[in-house]
């Protein structure tokens, strides 16, 4: 298609059109959209819903057609739709939450896994995913720190890269679905981690930390981009001049579309910093905002805007042609259904294949945060006691999961019943997962349950729905239910593993120090309960590593590893600090319980001879770091080995650790292996105190280990 030609054909209000995104209710094909209602509220009439250029969250590939079909009868030049959706985890199977991809450390699973989601959603219409989220998440307290990979910016953007390759493959592929990187900028530190608050961070803050992880994504080639709802300094992103513009098409080139968060243009007016919706357009269009997501006041006032000269008639023009590049990019000219099928819905949703994936991706993600030994437990038990909330939930599958369901989901209960067709398997729910619940109805059931039982599985956590966008939490215990079931459980079965299910790192010191052994599944998806016995019996070896930190209390949050030292640091993070003029708590450590990159294995991996290639490197040079890594244990295992460096001194105070590159490694039993990183001088660049990008002379210490808190270390210096 010749989009120039066909641009220069259009009318304003058609050009108007491709700029506005609506939700599917008003496409509704068979009740012919709903203009009385919600559509009215919005002041949307039948005529913008005929020009309306995308639309999100359609979930078939039969309604997909339908709606395609009738709108392409009444757009006047016959421009089909662009069908959008969040396709965060999954689309029909669900796979674990970001979060927990993030702890994998395993970039190609991320990558197939987004490919089936890809694939699942393709032949359901889908054209383009609302996905990776790349917001630093570092604040426990903030519900959508499920949907990011963690809270570091290298691991979230080798994530964020893998994602994008999984959706958008090459381009070529039918099933290919552009991606969409979100939520720009720096979404993920909202005051007081409540969500859609204000972010308060200094341009170096949000240059080094929070914007590399968007910028691997531009970087991969991904094809739109999202600016976040929150204020930077008093700016909402959507009206963020310096950020669309400036960082993100001159600094970073990116050619693709820009799209607004959710209604964000008229939040725009509630944020204060627009009179009305005709202001919020003025600032967003010279921003740089392409698509208004969900409201109608680019299409209602860029005419008055452009007659007033407000905005341009270049601003609109080049706009309307990145979104048509999209669509002819995506064949929808020549097919404007792509892969969209029944058929094809019914060959690949849930497929075996798939399952098996998900099931794959909730084993490589869970972490095993403790055990003394009562994991895995024996395949030859006859007598097994699943108990909690989670044991017979198929609510696990986590939130912003497409189109998963919960009645696919495989619980705990099922799952170990499936490993273990010979035992005998008792259950009880013991109470709700609602939080601050205090009564526990069946606790009697399930002290018996668990005295009589050979051992005990017990499944506590978090609802799916208490974690995700809205839901953010200003306590992260758990429930005083739980904690009197978990007490009595473990009171009467010492051989209990603690089963957690979560969207996000809860506060849980006590469980911490009274359970043996505790598997966080996080929200694992449609195989959850599969994986989880797998895992507790044996079958898989827990190779997940932590991509987020677990709190102590929720008063440390933010909190993460790669902080800053500060002029008072304490002697001993991990321990309370009773006295002093220091950077500490009076009520607890200054670490978290536990940190960044922690995960154990039923294998015990040994890390020997860190050796450099040199003392002294220079820019162009390689500085190689070698170790030795062993498998001790008796099983086959994977070991993410992580490598941080810290620079010593710099014009700018540096973290006390920084990841900057890891390896996922898989060890036969007792086989060793020697892994060799490298090393050069823009591995160690940032952002100096003179606002460049570069790195400055001097000595590093680099830190190679099994997580962010058991390193072995060496020292190399930089000469320039
Ligand atoms: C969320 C986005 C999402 C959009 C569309 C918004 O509320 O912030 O992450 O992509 O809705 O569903």
Redesign the pocket.
């Known amino acids: 298609m010749d989009i120039k030609k066909l641009l220069s054909e259009m009318t304003l209000a058609e050009k108007l059109g491709q700029l506005t995104q609506l939700n599917a209710v008003f496409f509704n094909a068979e009740n012919d959209a709903d203009i009385t209602g919600p559509a009215a509220k919005l002041h949307i009439g039948e005529d913008d819903i005929s020009l309306t250029g995308s639309v999100?969250?359609f979930t078939s590939a039969a309604l997909m057609k339908k709606t395609q079909d009738a709108a392409m009868a009444r757009q006047p030049h016959h421009i089909p739709l662009l069908f959008?959706?969040?396709v965060i985890h999954g689309f029909r199977t669900v796979y674990p939450i970001p979060l927990a991809m993030g702890c994998s450390f395993d970039e190609t699973l991320v990558e197939d896994c987004a490919r089936m989601a890809a694939k699942e959603a393709a032949v359901s219409g889908v054209h383009v995913t609302?996905?990776p989220?790349m917001d630093l998440a570092r604040d426990a307290r903030w519900g959508?720190v499920m949907?990011s990979p963690g809270e570091d910016p290298t691991l979230n953007g080798r994530v964020g890269a893998a994602f994008v390759r999984g959706y958008q493959g090459d381009g070529t592929d039918p099933y290919d679905i552009p991606a969409?990187v979100?939520?720009f900028a720096a979404?993920g530190a909202p005051e007081a981690g409540r969500d859609y608050a204000p972010v308060e961070l200094s341009e170096h803050t949000l240059r080094e930390y929070y914007l590399p992880a968007y910028r691997a994504c531009v970087d991969a080639g991904v094809k739109m981009i999202?600016p976040?709802?929150n204020t930077i300094g008093g700016v909402p992103c959507t009206a963020n001049r310096h950020l669309l513009d400036t960082i993100l098409r001159r600094e970073w080139g990116f050619k693709g579309v820009v799209i607004s968060?959710?209604?964000a243009h008229h939040e725009m007016v509630k944020h204060g910093v627009a009179e009305n919706d005709k202001e919020a357009v003025a600032l967003a269009v010279n921003a740089g905002c392409d698509i208004e997501?969900?409201s109608t006041a680019t299409y209602r006032f860029a005419k008055e805007l452009l007659d007033e000269g407000r905005i341009t008639m270049e601003q609109i023009d080049a706009a309307t042609l990145r979104v048509l590049e999209l669509k002819n990019q995506l064949g929808l000219f020549e097919n404007p259904y792509r892969v969209a099928s029944e058929k094809e819905e019914k060959r690949l949703h849930l497929c075996p294949e798939h399952r098996a994936l998900a099931r794959r991706a909730a084993e490589e993600s869970a972490v095993l945060l403790k055990n003394d030994g009562v994991l895995p437990f024996s395949k030859a038990l006859r007598k097994v006691a699943v108990i909690g909330p989670f044991a017979k939930e198929q609510g696990i599958k986590g939130n912003?999961a497409g189109n998963g369901r919960d009645e696919d989901c495989v619980t705990v209960l099922a799952g170990v019943r499936t490993l273990l067709p010979d035992a005998e398997v008792a259950t009880t729910r013991g109470c709700s997962w609602e939080l601050g619940e205090t009564k526990v109805p069946d606790l009697e059931e399930a002290v018996e349950l668990a005295s009589e039982a050979d051992a005990v599985v017990l499944c506590l956590g978090e609802y799916q729905h208490h974690s995700g966008?809205g839901n953010s939490r200003a306590t992260l215990t758990l429930s005083p239910a739980q904690m009197t079931l978990a007490r009595a459980v473990l009171d009467a079965n010492k051989n209990t593993a603690v089963v957690l299910f979560n969207g996000r790192p809860l506060v849980i010191p006590e469980l911490s120090a009274i359970a043996p052994a505790i598997l966080d599944m996080w929200q694992p998806g449609t195989e959850g309960g599969n994986a989880a016995a797998r895992l507790l019996f044996g079958d898989a070896n827990p190779c997940g590593k932590l991509s987020m930190s677990f709190p102590y209390h929720e008063g440390q949050c933010p909190i993460y590893y790669s902080h800053l030292h500060t002029g008072r640091p304490v002697a001993n993070p991990k321990e309370i600090t009773q006295t002093g003029y220091c950077s500490r708590y009076m009520d607890v450590p200054v670490d978290p319980l536990y940190v960044f990159g922690h995960g154990l294995s039923y294998n015990t991996y040994t890390y020997d001879n860190l050796t450099l290639s040199a003392d002294v490197i220079h820019p162009g040079e390689e500085l190689e770091v070698a170790v030795t890594v062993k498998n001790e244990g008796k099983r086959y295992g994977k070991e993410t080995v992580q490598l941080y460096i810290r620079d010593k001194v710099a014009s700018v105070a540096r973290p006390v650790k920084e990841l900057k590159d890891f390896v996922k490694l898989e060890l036969e039993a007792g086989e060793s292996a020697a892994v060799i990183f490298t090393i050069t001088e823009e591995d160690l660049r940032f952002h100096t105190v003179s606002g460049a990008f570069d790195s400055e002379a001097g000595e590093f210490e680099v830190m190679v280990g099994k997580s962010s808190d058991e390193l072995l270390a060496a020292t190399f210096r930089l000469e320039k």
Request: aromatic share 20%; net charge negative; with cysteine.
């Open positions: 999100l969250n959008m959706q969040d609302f996905s989220m959508r949907e969409c979100k939520h979404y999202m976040a709802f968060d959710y209604h997501m969900m912003w966008e």
